[in-house]
């Protein structure tokens, strides 16, 4: 067998034993949130055609507003429940990782028992409109395409901000601009709350990730959670990019104050981390698996929750204090957003984005 052939049977392998909405370890490639994710209240309303230049170089071109929409992965169906698309939703991942979602009853499963995505599913739903997150393997977009859909494939979060991007994206996409911008401020206004009580606290504490032996580190969504509240991340300190294995030893030589961990997974017990502060002093935090795992404004719950824990007076002082008119919103184009390369279609990267897939969702 090849390299490549054993390589993507263990993230094949690994995704039929979990598979969430989650980031990918592909780095090294550019978040293709566009600029729809920065429209002011002059382009609260959405008009079509509309055209946005995804994460693979494509110019996705929507003639008019879709009414039949599917979304592959469960951060793509928070995505279009915060903007108030989910009516219009056809097809979804229909599993445990999107059960939080009120009205998903109906709506058809494009999941296959292993995780994947049914193509043929998807293609017999006729949808208007695909909405395909990183996590999404590259060739199952290229095969909707082929059959004629219309697939917008976003590219990998790495920040909070990327988030509210995404939202008002989706919103531009789906012709819910002006519910998309508010609910894209009410985050920001979350996230700039929490940031600002994390600017009055004293101390930061040192904070790691933890599920199944693996952490997050830089370039992830889950590191802006932590750096946002107040922590620092001691994942990143060390050099992690992504999400990778931890070595026990490293963890241990950063004794971090605080450890979290996802609520389907458990904090760690071992003999080498029973002598770490956190351990020691009980300080773990349990967070919503699906909240923290996808990048969705949902986020938003794990991260406050951290500011609660870490920093609860000054939040009380942000919350007095931050208003919506605190809340910047970049100003960028609206017209076909970002041309970055963002994930592209090679087999490394395919490979990389179920593996890491894989590991993010046992979270889920």
Not at 71 to 100: I, N
């Amino acid at each position: 067998m090849t390299t490549h052939a054993t390589l993507f049977t263990v993230c094949l392998l690994l995704a039929s034993l979990c598979v969430g909405g989650v980031g990918t370890a592909t780095a090294a490639a550019p978040s293709a949130t566009d600029g729809a994710g920065s429209m002011d209240a002059a382009q609260s309303e959405c008009s079509f055609p509309v055209e946005r230049t995804d994460a693979t170089g494509e110019t996705v071109r929507i003639d008019s507003e879709p009414e039949r929409i599917v979304v592959l992965q469960p951060s793509d169906a928070q995505l279009a429940w915060e903007v108030g698309a989910q009516d219009r939703v056809v097809g979804m991942a229909r599993t445990q990782y999107t059960s939080y979602l009120d009205g998903r009853s109906g709506k058809t499963n494009i999941k296959n028992d292993d995780g994947t995505v049914n193509i043929e599913q998807v293609i017999g739903q006729q949808p208007d409109l695909v909405i395909a997150s990183n996590t999404t393997d590259p060739e199952t977009v290229r095969e909707l395409r082929r059959a004629g859909l219309t697939v917008y494939h976003f590219g990998l979060v790495t920040s909070l901000d990327e988030i509210a991007r995404n939202v008002e994206t989706v919103g531009s996409l789906v012709g819910e601009c002006e519910t998309a911008t508010e609910q894209a401020n009410e985050f920001r206004l979350d996230v700039r709350t929490v940031e600002r009580a994390a600017e009055l606290a004293d101390e930061r504490p040192s904070v790691l990730y933890y599920f199944f032996g693996y952490t997050a580190g830089s370039e992830t969504h889950i590191h802006d959670v932590i750096e946002t509240a107040g922590g620092d991340n001691v994942a990143a300190e060390v050099g992690i990019e992504s999400y990778a294995e931890l070595n026990p030893e490293v963890a241990v030589e950063q004794d971090p104050d605080w450890i979290l961990y996802p609520g389907h997974a458990s904090a760690p017990n071992t003999a080498a981390y029973n002598e770490t502060t956190a351990i020691r002093q009980g300080q773990t935090v349990e967070l919503n698996e699906d909240f923290i795992s996808q990048p969705g404004p949902r986020v938003a719950g794990p991260l406050t929750q951290l500011a609660k824990q870490w920093n609860s007076e000054e939040l009380a002082q942000a919350n007095e204090s931050v208003t919506m008119a605190n809340v910047t919103t970049p100003n960028e184009s609206t017209t076909t957003g970002s041309s970055s390369s963002g994930p592209g279609f090679g087999f490394a990267v395919a490979a990389a984005s179920l593996l890491a897939t894989a590991l993010l969702a046992c979270r889920d």
